[in-house]
């Protein structure tokens, strides 16, 4: 399957978006892509500017995309997504 992707110009490592709403930064946390295959939003902070960014086409495989969904859940499972508050029992 080929993902667009962007190239971060301070810490070079490709990011792409795997679904519409998921946001991804870089590991520098200098250049962010967001979109999917639905539309490609990407930004970078200063002192770069949108033309540092290179645009790439890359293939990825949809086993290795369900893959990354299934680590991403375990994150979330092992504590970095947030607990429901407990609800107090009305005064009777």
């Known amino acids: ?5 962007v190239r971060c110009p301070s810490c070079l490592i490709a990011i792409f978006s795997r679904d519409r709403h998921d946001f991804r930064w870089c590991e520098c ?3 962010f892509v967001d979109g999917g295959m639905d539309y490609l939003r990407f930004g970078v902070e200063s002192p770069f500017k949108l033309e540092d960014v290179e645009i790439l086409k890359i293939e990825v495989s949809e086993e ?3 893959k990354q969904k299934k680590t991403l859940a375990q994150k ?3 504590g970095t997504r947030r607990r429901p508050r407990k609800r ?3 005064a009777e």
């Open 1 to 5: 399957m080929l993902r667009t992707a």
């Open 29 to 31: 946390k200098t250049t």
């Open 64 to 66: 290795d995309l369900e």
């Open 76 to 78: 979330e499972d092992q």
């Open 88 to 90: 107090k029992k009305a």
